[in-house]
């Protein structure tokens, strides 16, 4: 940030008082402006034990394969958003939400909550911003194509969790890897 939203006057960086860490400051109104991690929802779409996967038609990573998920909304739940963004994608209705997991990316300011759900349709296909959607049988999924580590992980979890019956929920870190590209957008 540049400029006060406030009023308009250059920002500094600084530790505000009874503050742990910089932040931008408006000397002039003494407003102090908070720039929070962004929340990412999502789900694992699942029908007949398969899961849809949507290959993007937007950048970042313009052809990989992603588990249907977007930014959180003002004013929106976190389950609402999850059925939003598989519609959005996969023109897919989701039902059946059950919460699955919580993935922290710190180095890049993200938060992803991921849900499983049901595939309530069966005439889903490619949103606007998918070039493709497909139902993977877990033996299938295109590891080596997958748009982000996070989503990776994700699919990790799942597919040993549907070894065991059991899906716990599950609370995961996430560390930079370099070239994979972190970023959802």
Not at 19 to 30: G, S, Y
Not at 35 to 61: F, H, Q, T, Y
Not at 68 to 97: I, S
Not at 131 to 142: A, F, M, S
């Amino acid at each position: 940030m540049n400029f006060c939203s406030n009023c308009g006057e250059r920002l500094v960086v600084l530790v505000p008082p009874g503050d742990d860490r910089p932040r931008f400051v408006c000397n002039a109104c003494e407003t102090i402006h908070y720039s929070n991690p962004k929340m990412v929802v999502g789900c694992v779409p699942e029908l007949d034990g398969r899961i849809l996967l949507c290959r993007r038609a937007i950048e970042p990573r313009f052809g990989k394969w992603t588990l249907p998920a977007g930014y959180l909304e003002n004013g929106e739940t976190v389950a609402d958003c999850a059925k939003r963004e598989a519609y959005e994608e996969a023109l897919a209705r989701v039902e059946n939400l059950k919460s699955y997991a919580l993935l922290n990316i710190p180095f890049i300011n993200q938060v992803y909550f991921i849900f499983r759900a049901q595939l309530a349709n069966d005439d889903y296909q490619a949103g606007n911003e998918s070039l493709e959607v497909k139902l993977y049988r877990t033996d299938d999924i295109p590891w080596s194509e997958l748009a982000f580590p996070v989503i990776r992980e994700v699919l990790k979890l799942y597919c040993g969790d549907l070894v065991t019956g059991e899906f716990p929920f599950h609370m995961v870190d996430i560390a930079p890897q370099t070239g994979m590209g972190g970023a959802h957008q």
